[in-house]
């Protein structure tokens, strides 16, 4: 539900606690996967560029680095920069910040896409 700020929330911070990747489905359809990086939270597509597997239900978190679970290629959380094959693709990133103890997106910022 969006705030009168613009901002979306998605989960709370806690459900990501220990290198849980969580996710969240926008108004528009798109999953999410949601980490916490050093108490920074980040947002990426939830879907790896290269096949059909969801980084949020088959991936692994190492520091900033995403990791696919179906054939091990890896992304930076922070830039979406492919960092590992067979990725080769950039994954979409999304602007998050904590509020209140949610990751909120800035739906203001995207509020095209979302029909905000
Ligand atoms: S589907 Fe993600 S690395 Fe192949």
């Known amino acids: 539900m969006m705030d009168d700020q613009g901002f979306l929330s998605l989960c709370p911070v806690a459900d990501l606690a220990g290198g849980t990747i969580g ?3 926008l108004p ?3 999953k999410l996967a949601l ?3 050093e108490d920074l939270p980040f947002a990426t597509d939830d879907r790896c560029t290269h096949g059909n597997s969801s980084l949020a239900d088959e991936g692994c978190l190492e520091g ?3 990791e696919c679970g179906m054939h091990l290629g890896t992304f ?3 830039t979406g ?3 590992g094959a067979p990725c080769t693709k ?3 990133t999304y602007p998050v910040e904590i509020r209140d103890g949610k990751v909120m997106l800035s739906a203001a910022a995207m509020s095209a896409e979302l029909g905000a």
Do not use: E, K, T
Request: hydrophobic share 60%.
């Open 23 to 25: 996710s969240a489905l």
């Open 28 to 30: 528009n359809g798109v």
């Open 35 to 37: 980490y916490l990086v």
């Open 64 to 66: 900033h680095i995403v």
């Open 76 to 78: 930076d959380v922070r």
């Open 81 to 83: 920069a492919a960092m």
């Open 90 to 92: 950039a994954i979409r």
